[in-house]
């Protein structure tokens, strides 16, 4: 049976996309889509909410309250319903094959890549969770983990609001043999475990908790936003190593100062690295 989904529909300029972005996932919504196709100097964006949790009135009356706080001016803003199966077939309309750190690619399950060479495809259908790679952050957490990999002494990771599965693959494709993904959406972690299936990784561990998953890792990654990972800072510290590195992002620059007095000390800020209005920060045990 589909299900119906509350729809928002917010049409930014380009500069505003990110931020507006931003303050939608604080609404706790289930997806997000940026779509960039548009020539005319707009980026719309979409996004899903459960309307079993929030009506839509009370949707539009708060993103319109935190645009005007941000300052940030809607060209276009609408709600509407559509159910699950539309849902889905929008995500085929702007996904498309795209190298998300040197050497791996990110690929729909609908959509092969152009000539990939040598380069590792990791198949990807995002289903209901909230991630395909394109979003900086996520790039900028493959890139760090990419880094720490190549610098040696990586043999676990933890990514934890794993969303959709895609760092946990990208650690698995640079050769990390223990993975765990936390996610504590239902919805998502069953397509994380899809698409772990289907890259042939269903060795990786997955939870909805921390309590589900074991040990400590040499690697812990998380790209959510500030007020989680300020929430989780003592289960976090937990689960890295000796010697062990934390990777976070999903926090925008101006926001750096507020997360690295979080975490250090007892970690050491080691490296931020910057996209756009979006920042990681890599800290070292």
């Avoid at 094959?97 to 990939?116: H, L, Q």
């Avoid at 990999?149 to 676990?156: L, M, Q, T």
């Amino acid at each position: 049976m589909s299900k119906i989904w509350n729809i928002l529909a917010l049409t930014v300029a380009p500069s505003d996309a990110e931020s507006a972005s931003a303050l939608i996932a604080e609404l706790d919504c289930n997806g997000i889509e940026v779509d960039e196709s548009a020539k005319d100097e707009r980026i719309r964006l979409l996004a899903y909410f459960d309307p079993a949790v929030e009506e839509i009135g009370t949707i539009e009356g708060r993103i319109r309250e935190m645009l005007s706080a941000w300052k940030i001016r809607p060209l276009a803003l609408s709600l509407d319903t559509a159910d699950l199966d539309d849902w889905r077939e929008k995500w085929r309309q702007w996904f498309h094959p795209f190298e998300i750190a040197p050497g791996i690619i990110i690929a729909p399950s609908w959509e092969a890549p152009d000539n990939p060479r040598e380069a590792h495809v990791i198949t990807l259908d995002p289903g209901m969770a909230f991630g395909t790679g394109i979003h900086p952050t996520t790039r900028l957490c493959a890139e760090a983990i990419a880094t720490k990999r190549e610098e040696g002494g990586i043999d676990s990771l933890l990514d934890v609001g794993t969303g959709s599965g895609i760092l946990s693959l990208v650690g698995r494709a640079l050769g990390i043999s223990r993975i765990a993904g936390v996610e504590n959406d239902p919805d998502a972690l069953t397509v994380a475990r899809e698409n772990f299936a289907i890259n042939g990784c269903a060795d990786i561990e997955t939870g909805l908790d921390f309590t589900s998953i074991d040990g400590t890792f040499d690697l812990v990654v998380a790209n959510i936003l500030l007020r989680p990972l300020l929430g989780l800072r003592d289960a976090l510290l937990e689960r890295v190593a000796p010697g062990g590195t934390l990777i976070l992002s999903g926090i925008t620059n101006d926001q750096e100062e507020d997360l690295a007095e979080a975490f250090a000390p007892p970690l050491t800020l080691a490296t931020k690295t910057q996209r756009e209005e979006w920042s990681c920060l890599v800290f070292h045990r």
